[in-house]
T-cell receptor
Framework: EAGVAQSPRYKIIEKRQSVAFWCNPI?????LYWYQQILGQGPKLLIQ????????DSQLPKDRFSAERLKGVDSTLKIQPAKLEDSAVYLC????????????FGDGTRLSIL | AQSVTQPDIHITVSEGASLELRCNYS??????LFWYVQSPGQGLQLLLK??????LVQGIKGFEAEFKRSQSSFNLRKPSVHWSDAAEYFC??????????FGAGTTVTVRA
């Protein structure tokens, strides 16, 4: 089966600019997650979707970050305006959303803020 | 709140030697436990998972992990490492809300 697809793989922007990331989960996976992974740290959950509804966005900096999952499939994560501390890898993951289903991760987008 | 501690930031092991990575978790109920591996520039790949049943779990690439409830641990082992095992390893804990909390990771270096 095809894995979780993310694009772009790399992005370099200046601070205060905006950026968007795209994720296509594994077909049939109801639950989608966005994580932020800062260098030297484990992934930190930003937002969790169940189909096209938000389950948890408590760790999402809502003054600058937004995410949507239209039609319960693809998702986009946006940062506007970007800050230097947003430099990180942004990982998308998906799962069936059932009790025993693990999360499957994409290769991530590496964001560098100048 | 759930959390994971990986006490070892970096481990160096000789090729062919055994490897053990430590993981301690904090969770109020029965946890779901995972080990993921991340190679440079790539996402996380699932090595193995524990939901219930046998506390010794077999995974891919020759890895295994043992769940010890009394010690709140889920240590990862491999009897004989290969150079391709050099990567970063993450332990994660989750529950019925399907959310994961990750440790900070352990970087494994394999020397010839």
């Amino acid at each position: 089966e095809a894995g979780v697809a993310q694009s772009p793989r790399y992005k370099i922007i200046e601070k205060r600019q905006s950026v968007a990331f795209w994720c296509n989960p594994i077909s049939g996976h109801a639950t989608l997650y966005w994580y932020q992974q800062i260098l030297g740290q484990g992934p930190k959950l930003l937002i969790q979707f169940q189909n096209n509804g938000v389950v948890d966005d408590s760790q999402l900096p809502k003054d600058r970050f937004s995410a949507e999952r239209l039609k319960g499939v693809d998702s986009t994560l946006k940062i506007q305006p970007a800050k230097l501390e947003d430099s990180a890898v942004y990982l998308c993951a998906s799962s069936l959303g059932t009790r025993n289903s693990p999360q499957h991760f994409g290769d991530g987008t590496r964001l560098s803020i100048l | 709140a759930q959390s994971v501690t990986q006490p070892d930031i970096h481990i160096t092991v000789s090729e062919g030697a055994s490897l053990e990575l430590r993981c301690n978790y904090s969770y109020g109920a029965t946890p779901y436990l995972f080990w993921y591996v991340q190679s440079p520039g790539q996402g996380l790949q699932l090595l193995l998972k524990y939901f219930s049943g046998d506390t010794l779990v077999q995974g891919i690439k020759g890895f295994e992990a043992e769940f010890k409830r009394s010690q709140s641990s889920f240590n990862l082992r491999k009897p004989s490492v290969h150079w391709s095992d050099a990567a970063e390893y993450f332990c994660a804990v989750g529950g019925n809300d399907y959310k994961l909390s990750f440790g900070a990771g352990t970087t494994v270096t394999v020397r010839a």
